[in-house]
């Protein structure tokens, strides 16, 4: 699911009061725009930044083995089973 057109569903339901997001937003601490995490990693294709997940889960690990592989790049090899 994307979240962008999930918040975009919410916002045209007219849950938010516009006026009032645009004078919160970023009005004091706690409603202050965060810099997002950003990573830089070494690929086939050259050197590539890129953003961490935005949203945390608790449960689940993250991260992906490898970033911007070429198809057919990988080196072959049998998956271990958990």
């Given at each position: 699911m994307s979240l962008t057109r999930a918040a975009l569903w919410l916002q045209s339901l007219g849950v938010f009061e516009r006026e009032?997001?645009?004078?919160?937003?970023?009005?004091?601490?706690?409603?202050?725009?965060?810099?997002?995490?950003?990573?830089?990693?070494?690929?086939?294709?050259?050197?590539?930044?890129?953003?961490?997940?935005?949203?945390?889960?608790?449960r689940s690990p993250g991260g992906y083995r490898t970033v911007l592989l070429p198809r057919g790049a990988g080196r072959p090899e049998w998956l271990a089973r958990p």
């Open positions: 009032y997001a645009h004078r919160t937003a970023g009005s004091d601490e706690r409603h202050a725009y965060l810099e997002p995490e950003t990573f830089t990693a070494v690929t086939p294709l050259g050197d590539y930044q890129g953003m961490t997940d935005q949203v945390k889960m608790l």
